[in-house]
């Protein structure tokens, strides 16, 4: 596997050990056999793991027999960059990967062993995976292939490919082949006609190279378990840490069992209070059963030890985490929960308002006071939320009209859902498919910043086309200028009869579908098209001028700017793993995208600003203010029924077991909950709707749970702490009698 160097600017040049408790120094000493440490929020365990790796570089240990696991591009990144930085002028520091890099390098390095000409494998992505589902669906459909009621009669939807995905994922985490899985699935007809597709969609990846996410990690246990492969494995690392253990699946489990079993060196760290991703396939009952699955060599259990010390808020806020962990299922009798607060003192505050945009401009007044009141800086502030795309566009838009710099992860929000790129998207659309441009559309794309028609000009040009129209065929009454102007679009000459200064905008939309059908039919991939509407665009030039300044009109550029870069990734990164792909495909693609911040990873983040995410992407930052927003009841806990068509939660490893019951789900939520308010080190705000409709939102149960009073705000915000909202007041004062 290639060694992995960190280059770093102006590195500080301390290479002193840090300073420990009792309990991470038991844990940095531990050497030889398993061990299993319970970390609660704020405990130091990212210092721990990186001060037992450095002991053993220091004691002699090569670097490269040190191996990390992490779960997330960004905390693999930071354990190196620590771990360089406690190590420097002692060469290369051990590697620190995620587990999917780790599976995609093992993976690559068997492959050139055993057929050296082969291609290397390649990642698919989640949107590019369920494409490439509905393509194999709809060849099912092409061939007559015989599925099961009512599966044949929605073969071609995506809502079809989605549980389709989502059962074969969960085949691959639990180690199933399509023979097992057809094994255990029993006279299941849906789940029997899914294992039969299984095996056709991982021959169709074959045949490409291509792996997704989960046949990644159960690929790679397999070939970890195969006797040559594991003992060269084992000969090579001779001891292995494993960060944020609570997020394992059964696979990954399966190839740390196949890297470091039978009473090897191992050392995991988690917390089964922040198991948050079970949606992903991962399962609290990993940490549960870790001391039984990975014994020492005399056969007892592996030991446990538990940090206890909070370093990162005070008494207040480690109070109230504690009485919302108190509601979460035990695990290894609870040691980890006992934390002894050495952070500075802190606040919690839990506020409800009326409707929910009356929420967000409070949580932006909230912001701007810390900013200029107590001279926060906007990096230290961060607001999280159950649902990005529930939650995410409507703080975004009210935090940038009260000037509160936002900065947010491009795959936040899925690029569908991005209002800046529908003109682009639409444009693409039309030029693959003519009759998608339909009227409706036309007048989208005439008055979006694409074109940047004026609706008087439109009207003027609808006029003109009616009076044409009229002296074409004086019988007929003419049609709508709705209408008028898609035909015009469609047959331009019409429109060398009306005024230059009229019909330039739709002039410029007929220029814009032609030229980007030329590209198109000459050979040109998406981006070449996507490109071509792009810089052919006025829009384009407009958001260069804007971006760069501090009106609100440059942050809506820098916005748009920023949306349309992530959209530009995407196609590259598209045509990279598919290649040929073309338009349509491309378009079901991005569609596809419905679940934002699908990996763990901080992607595209914006200008510095306060960080706007969701509560899951939240774990492992800290911030000095967090405001949890919009903990309502309903959505937060989400206790709907999760089961679905083909019911994938389902699937066990030997066939069909119960669902999760109402309990379980409720554990979900509030450990996710929990995870949200341990992210603050000074101050935490929880805020909810309160409607007072009989039908209006509800705040959720979870806020009853942190043992201080709701103060309920009733108005809202009299005056936005910014220059134009100065501005009005003084006016409003002046013109007062």
């Not at 290639?2 to 102006?10: A, C, Q, S």
Request: charged letters at 25%.
């Amino acid at each position: 596997m290639p060694v992995r160097y960190l280059l770093r600017r102006d590195a500080p040049r301390s290479t002193a050990p840090l300073q420990l408790d009792q309990d991470q120094e038991r844990v940095a000493a531990h050497a030889g056999g398993p061990l299993l440490v319970l970390a609660g929020p704020g405990t130091g365990k990212t210092a721990t793991l990186v001060e037992a790796v450095a002991r053993r570089v220091e004691a002699g240990a090569a670097p490269d027999s040190l191996l990390l696991l992490t779960f997330s591009r960004r905390a693999a990144g930071e354990l190196r960059e620590r771990l360089a930085l406690r190590l420097a002028g002692r060469g290369t520091a051990p590697a620190a990967w995620t587990f999917h890099s780790f599976c995609l390098a093992l993976l690559t390095e068997e492959r050139a062993r055993s057929a050296p000409g082969d291609p290397r494998p390649r990642l698919l992505s989640g949107p590019d995976q369920e494409a490439v589902i509905r393509e194999l669906l709809r060849g099912d459909l092409a061939d007559g292939r015989a599925w099961p009621p009512p599966l044949g009669a929605v073969l071609d939807t995506r809502g079809l490919a989605d549980e389709v995905r989502a059962l074969v994922a969960r085949a691959q985490l639990l180690g199933l082949s399509p023979a097992e899985f057809a094994d255990v699935a029993g006279d299941r007809a849906d789940w029997q006609a899914v294992a039969r597709f299984y095996e056709q969609y991982l021959v169709n990846l074959e045949s490409q190279s291509l792996l997704d996410y989960a046949e990644l990690v159960a690929r790679a246990a397999s070939t970890a378990h195969r006797p040559d492969v594991r003992e060269r494995l084992r000969a090579r690392f001779a001891a292995v840490w494993v960060d944020e253990y609570q997020d394992t699946d059964p696979a990954q489990e399966s190839l740390l069992r196949a890297l470091a079993g039978n009473g090897r060196d191992v050392t995991v760290v988690g917390d089964p209070d922040q198991a948050i991703y079970a949606f992903r396939g991962a399962s609290v009952a990993g940490i549960s059963r870790f001391p039984d699955a990975f014994r020492t060599v005399s056969g007892a259990p592996a030991p446990v030890a538990a940090l206890r010390t909070c370093r990162r808020a005070g008494p207040e806020l480690v109070a109230a985490s504690r009485l919302v962990a108190a509601r979460l299922p035990a695990g290894h009798g609870g040691a980890h929960r006992d934390l002894v607060p050495a952070g500075q003192s802190g606040s919690l505050q839990v506020v409800t308002l009326p409707t929910e945009a009356a929420e967000a401009e409070w949580i932006a007044d909230r912001l701007r006071r810390a900013h200029l009141d107590d001279g926060m800086d906007w990096s230290r502030m961060a607001v999280l939320v159950r649902s990005g795309v529930a939650s995410i566009p409507l703080l975004r838009r009210v935090f940038g009209s009260m000037g509160v710099p936002v900065e947010v992860a491009r795959d936040e929000i899925p690029l569908s859902a991005e209002p800046a790129l529908t003109p682009l998207l639409s444009v693409l659309r039309c030029v693959a498919d003519p009759s998608q441009l339909t009227v409706e559309r036309v007048r989208e794309l005439l008055l979006s910043p694409l074109i940047g028609a004026d609706p008087a000009e439109l009207r003027r040009l609808g006029r003109t086309l009616r009076a044409l129209a009229r002296q074409r065929d004086p019988v007929l009454p003419p049609p709508g200028s709705a209408q008028l102007l898609h035909d015009a679009v469609i047959a331009p000459a019409v429109l060398a009869d009306a005024p230059p200064g009229d019909s330039a905008a739709t002039l410029r939309l007929v220029s814009l579908l032609e030229g980007a059908r030329r590209v198109l039919d000459a050979g040109g991939t998406p981006a070449d098209v996507l490109w071509f509407v792009w810089d052919s665009s006025l829009w384009r030039h407009r958001l260069l001028e804007l971006s760069g300044g501090l009106s609100r009109d440059a942050r809506a550029a820098d916005r748009d700017l920023d949306a349309v870069v992530a959209l530009f990734d995407a196609v590259e990164r598209t045509q990279q793993q598919r290649v040929g792909i073309g338009v349509r495909a491309l378009l079901e693609t991005i569609a596809a995208q419905q679940i934002p911040a699908g990996s763990q990873d901080e992607a595209g983040l914006t200008r510095p600003g306060v960080r706007l995410l969701t509560a899951h992407r939240s774990k492992g930052l800290e911030w000095d203010l967090v405001v949890v927003a919009h903990v309502q009841e309903g959505a937060w806990p989400d206790l709907r029924a999760r089961g679905s068509l083909l019911d994938p939660e389902e699937l066990g490893p030997q066939g069909a077991q119960p669902p999760a019951d109402l309990r379980a789900v409720l554990a979900d939520e509030r450990r996710l909950f929990y995870v949200g308010c341990t992210r603050a080190r000074r101050e935490l705000v929880v805020t909810a709707v309160a409607g007072v409709d009989e039908d209006a939102e509800r705040p959720s149960r979870f806020l009853d749970e942190l043992g201080v009073r709701p103060v309920a705000v009733t108005g809202r915000v009299s005056r936005p702490r910014t220059l134009a909202g100065l501005v009005a007041a003084l006016r409003c004062e002046a013109v007062d009698p």
